[in-house]
């Protein structure tokens, strides 16, 4: 997919105040720092459309950008930041639940999990909860460059093979460095085919 425009709309504090669900929407969400905004960056071509943050966690809003005049990319605001108080987390599950199981045009959500770690809970946690309400959702292993290729698929494989104890299919995944600018087509094309269907 060739990415002719991409511009912010809105930023909303729950799903009810989000666009009208006019187009395909695909939403992405990981881990506070795993590498979300420079994704989206590498992903529309523009190095300032999500703010890669300073103070990861800090902002709680559900972000739309509109691309190519068709569909919806949206930046969701991570998970297990340490620095959360309590309500501000019960906020976060609350927006988060009602926008994931209410948004009727979501079609897809890009998980993204940081290449150089093995599975961490927080992530498993929450691809299990996705499967619980049934949505759709694909993994994208981030920052492919900080490790070695050996390391990137040991961890991959890691991962998917947590995820056989309790999935019987597993979803499609990803692997992506903004460094090497790596990745960028593979999604591009994959939301391109949904966006078809
Ligand atoms: P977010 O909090 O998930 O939006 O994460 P950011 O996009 O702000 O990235 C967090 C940090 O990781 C920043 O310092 C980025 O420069 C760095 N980073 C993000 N993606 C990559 C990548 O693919 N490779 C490398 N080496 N660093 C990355």
């Known amino acids: ?11 909303s504090p729950d799903y009810t105040k989000c666009p009208k669900p006019v187009f395909p929407e695909y939403a992405f969400i990981g881990r506070s720092n795993v590498g979300k905004s420079s994704l989206i960056n590498l992903l529309t071509n523009n190095e300032k459309l999500a703010k890669t ?35 501000q987390r019960k906020q976060w599950e609350k927006m988060i639940e ?11 959500v890009f998980v993204l999990i940081d290449s150089r770690h093995n599975p ?19 993994l994208v292993f981030t920052k492919a460059d900080k490790s070695t290729q050996a390391e990137v698929s040991r961890n991959i494989k890691a991962f998917l093979n ?26 591009l094309d994959y939301i391109e085919e949904l966006n078809i269907q």
């Open 98 to 108: 009602d926008y994931l199981r209410k948004r009727e045009n979501l079609v897809n």
């Open 1 to 11: 997919m060739v990415i002719k425009t991409a511009t912010y709309l809105i930023s």
């Open 53 to 87: 943050s300073g103070t990861p966690g800090k902002t709680q809003l559900i972000n739309h950008f509109e691309i190519n005049n068709s569909w919806y990319l949206v930046d969701l605001p991570g998970y297990g930041f340490a620095k959360r108080s309590m309500s």
């Open 162 to 187: 947590k995820m056989k104890e309790t999935w019987q299919f597993l979803p499609p995944h990803f692997v992506t460095s903004t460094v090497k600018k790596s990745g960028r087509d593979a999604i």
């Open 120 to 138: 961490q809970k927080i992530d498993i946690d929450f691809v299990n909860q996705l499967g619980e309400w049934e949505i759709p959702f694909s």
